[in-house]
């Protein structure tokens, strides 16, 4: 889930789509609402607490498939200098996930006043709130404070690992002296395999990058391997070894992926990744998708709360309660993106504190190349 706008008409609509999925799929899994309201949708209800997760799929083939535009658009690393590109995406996870993070303990206080249930996380000690900071909290073992924030440390996680195995491919290009050859993108489809056939297939990897990089290095490889003036040989590949990992052990979530990165392939090569679909919803949705994402969970634990307090046992009040968390969560996810993820809370305070100091600064990084 990129912090950004894809400005690719076909992505941001991927990634509406998915960001509603995954708020949906929160709202039937967590809180009482669902409870309440299932009587009236079972069917429904229980599709989007199974099934509306696995949109998550689309978020991590994106990623990928932007990173190597970014990073090594032609399949060799072109950052001259890998920490530095590390850290700026550490920044523009992190300072909106940050404000997120303190919305989310506000919104669980406040729910905690109303009604007492599982999904409300409990309130934090400073340790906790660092490592989630410091996007740890998964690898430390700490309960999470929102929905869904293992995804952001993910994220970092497998830009890493992209961005190393791209680093030692080119360190070997240059040791051996052999700069033609594809040493970045077999590196990479290395660690898709290694992650489709083993990592991915044992749920004790699923706090590490490996873990997921099958999803993430599909849009990868259907990135470098969509360009026109490529055969399309590389996708039939792709495609033929992620079918053998699912006939080795079917997952739906991988099926999804592989959906994924063969339609942004197809759309890249034909040209219409840009154009289509040409509608502004989905473009709008798709650039707020990241806010919606990060504030959602907290405005549906308050919803939650007040419904339970209000109408316990009543499914028609509970299920309209579920509707209203849902458009609330998209109202609070556009103000966000429009006063958060838009701006950069970190260069506002610095302008404000230090001016002087803040003015080269800014100068400087709006003359860096932005990663997604």
């Given at each position: 889930?990129?912090?950004?706008?894809?400005?690719?008409?076909?992505?941001?609509?991927?990634?509406?789509?998915?960001?509603?999925?995954?708020?949906?799929?929160?709202?039937?899994?967590?809180?009482?609402?669902?409870d309440?309201?299932?009587?009236?949708?079972?069917?429904?209800?229980?599709?989007?607490?199974?099934?509306?997760?696995?949109?998550?799929?689309?978020?991590?083939v994106?990623?990928?498939?932007?990173?190597?535009?970014?990073?090594?658009?032609?399949?060799?690393?072109?950052?001259?200098?890998?920490?530095?590109?590390?850290?700026?995406?550490?920044?523009?996870?992190?300072?909106?996930?940050?404000?997120?993070?303190?919305?989310?303990?506000?919104?669980?206080?406040?729910?905690?006043?109303?009604?007492?249930?599982?999904?409300?996380?409990?309130?934090?000690?400073?340790?906790?709130?660092?490592?989630?900071?410091?996007?740890?909290?998964?690898?430390?073992?700490?309960?999470?404070?929102?929905?869904?924030?293992?995804?952001?440390?993910?994220?970092?996680?497998?830009?890493?690992l992209?961005?190393?195995?791209?680093?030692?491919?080119?360190?070997?290009?240059?040791?051996f002296?052999?700069?033609?050859s594809?040493?970045?993108?077999?590196?990479?489809?290395?660690?898709?395999?290694?992650?489709?056939?083993?990592?991915?297939?044992?749920?004790?990897?699923?706090?590490?990058?490996?873990?997921?990089?099958?999803?993430?290095?599909?849009?990868?490889?259907?990135?470098?391997?969509?360009?026109?003036?490529?055969?399309?040989?590389?996708?039939?590949?792709?495609?033929?070894?992620?079918?053998?990992?699912?006939?080795?052990?079917?997952?739906?979530?991988?099926?999804?992926?592989?959906?994924?990165?063969?339609?942004?392939?197809?759309?890249?090569?034909?040209?219409?990744?840009?154009?289509?679909?040409?509608?502004?919803?989905?473009?709008?949705?798709?650039?707020?998708?990241?806010?919606?994402?990060?504030?959602?969970?907290?405005?549906?634990?308050?919803?939650?709360a007040v419904?339970?307090?209000?109408?316990?046992?009543?499914?028609?009040?509970?299920?309209?309660?579920?509707?209203?968390?849902?458009?609330?969560?998209?109202?609070?996810?556009?103000?966000?993106?429009?006063?958060?993820?838009?701006?950069?809370?970190?260069?506002?305070?610095?302008?404000?504190?230090?001016?002087?100091?803040?003015?080269?600064?800014?100068?400087?990084?709006?003359?860096?190349?932005?990663?997604?």
């Open positions: 889930m990129s912090p950004r706008p894809s400005r690719m008409a076909c992505i941001d609509a991927l990634k509406a789509i998915s960001s509603q999925l995954i708020v949906l799929h929160h709202l039937a899994f967590y809180g009482p609402m669902s309440a309201a299932h009587v009236l949708a079972p069917d429904l209800l229980d599709w989007f607490s199974q099934y509306a997760r696995i949109a998550v799929q689309a978020f991590l994106i990623s990928g498939f932007l990173a190597a535009r970014s990073l090594a658009p032609g399949g060799h690393l072109v950052v001259p200098h890998p920490l530095q590109a590390i850290w700026r995406r550490y920044q523009k996870l992190v300072v909106p996930y940050s404000v997120a993070i303190l919305i989310a303990i506000a919104g669980a206080a406040i729910a905690r006043t109303w009604m007492h249930h599982d999904s409300i996380p409990s309130a934090p000690d400073l340790h906790q709130f660092l490592a989630h900071v410091l996007l740890l909290h998964n690898v430390l073992d700490f309960d999470a404070l929102s929905a869904g924030v293992w995804y952001v440390a993910i994220d970092l996680q497998l830009f890493v992209l961005i190393v195995a791209l680093w030692a491919a080119r360190r070997c290009a240059q040791w002296d052999v700069g033609g594809p040493l970045g993108p077999l590196a990479v489809a290395g660690l898709v395999v290694a992650s489709l056939f083993w990592f991915n297939r044992d749920a004790a990897w699923d706090i590490w990058a490996i873990y997921f990089f099958g999803a993430y290095g599909m849009g990868t490889l259907a990135f470098w391997a969509s360009a026109p003036e490529r055969s399309p040989v590389a996708l039939l590949v792709l495609g033929a070894v992620v079918l053998a990992a699912l006939i080795v052990d079917f997952r739906l979530r991988i099926a999804v992926a592989l959906s994924i990165a063969l339609l942004l392939a197809v759309a890249r090569r034909g040209g219409w990744l840009d154009r289509w679909p040409q509608a502004p919803s989905l473009a709008f949705f798709g650039r707020i998708s990241y806010s919606v994402f990060l504030v959602h969970f907290p405005v549906c634990l308050v919803v939650n419904v339970f307090h209000v109408a316990p046992n009543r499914p028609l009040l509970n299920a309209l309660g579920m509707i209203l968390a849902w458009l609330l969560s998209n109202v609070a996810g556009t103000v966000f993106h429009r006063y958060v993820e838009s701006t950069d809370p970190l260069r506002a305070l610095r302008t404000a504190l230090w001016p002087a100091r803040a003015e080269p600064a800014q100068r400087q990084q709006g003359g860096q190349h932005r990663s997604t």
